[in-house]
């Protein structure tokens, strides 16, 4: 009776691990299957991630292109001044004891087209004919660059 | 005994502490833009020994106080690279703000989209 209740008792305890040990094996998967589920999702987070990284990289690259580009028209405006003061050894002042009336009537011209770039490049918006303009008679000489975007200097 | 033990364990009242983190975009800073410049036109006068007393002459029979500020040619043509300079500085100063502007908050209306 003793040696059969012993052999009952180790046979339940067997039985009873073993169910143990499946519903932890259980877990155990159900846990793994959740880590697998949250390292795909940061992967694709990573990913994600990596490819956000990229485009801002090209953004910044795109910027510093505009940003030079513009820095160089905008240089290329003040050559041109310089040029209109000096060109072939152009002397303005000597030009205007010769001729005070037109000079006069010229500097007034490139004064206001002037006053209107500073206006422009405040943030004034640009007028339609501005904005259409293509030819040299058409634009605005002291800033083409800013206040005419349509116009290519030939 | 054993049964009730392995029961009482599996059934344990403490549960898992589970922490949300949500992102909260900062504010936009939304600054309004400053209005652009209304500049007056200004009228030069080109004054040489020849022609001073007609253009004074000029200004006092238009009422107008005959003193004039002079600039020499040289002068003014510093005047006008200077007012150049000026100008391409506020152009570039505002085109970095745009830039800026386009960078974070271009990113926050795609995200927004989303």
Known sequence: ?154 | MLILSIFLTSCSGVKKLEIFKQEVEREKLNLNTPTPLELENLKWIIITSNNAEEVFKKLEEKGIDPVLWGLTDKDFELLAKNFARIRNQLVVTNNLLDKYKEYYEGDLEKKNEK
Do not use: H, W
């Open chain 1, 1 to 154: 009776m003793g040696i059969r209740l012993f052999l009952m008792g180790i046979i339940i305890s067997a039985v009873i691990g073993a169910g143990a040990y499946v519903l932890k094996l259980q877990r155990d998967n159900a846990i793994l299957k959740e880590n697998a589920v949250k390292l795909e999702s940061a992967i694709s987070e990573q990913k994600t991630l990596i490819e956000n990284q990229k485009r801002d990289f090209a953004e910044i690259l795109e910027a510093n292109q505009k940003m030079n580009e513009l820095v160089s028209v905008l240089k290329k405006d003040l050559e041109d001044l310089d040029k209109r003061f000096n060109k072939k050894n152009r002397d303005v002042g000597k030009l205007a004891i010769q001729r005070p009336e037109s000079i006069e009537r010229i500097t007034n011209g490139a004064s206001a087209l002037a006053t209107r770039c500073i206006e422009i490049a405040s943030g004034s918006p640009l007028t339609e004919k501005e904005k259409n303009a293509t030819k040299k008679s058409e634009i605005n000489t002291e800033c083409p660059s800013i206040a005419n975007p349509k116009y290519i200097p030939y």
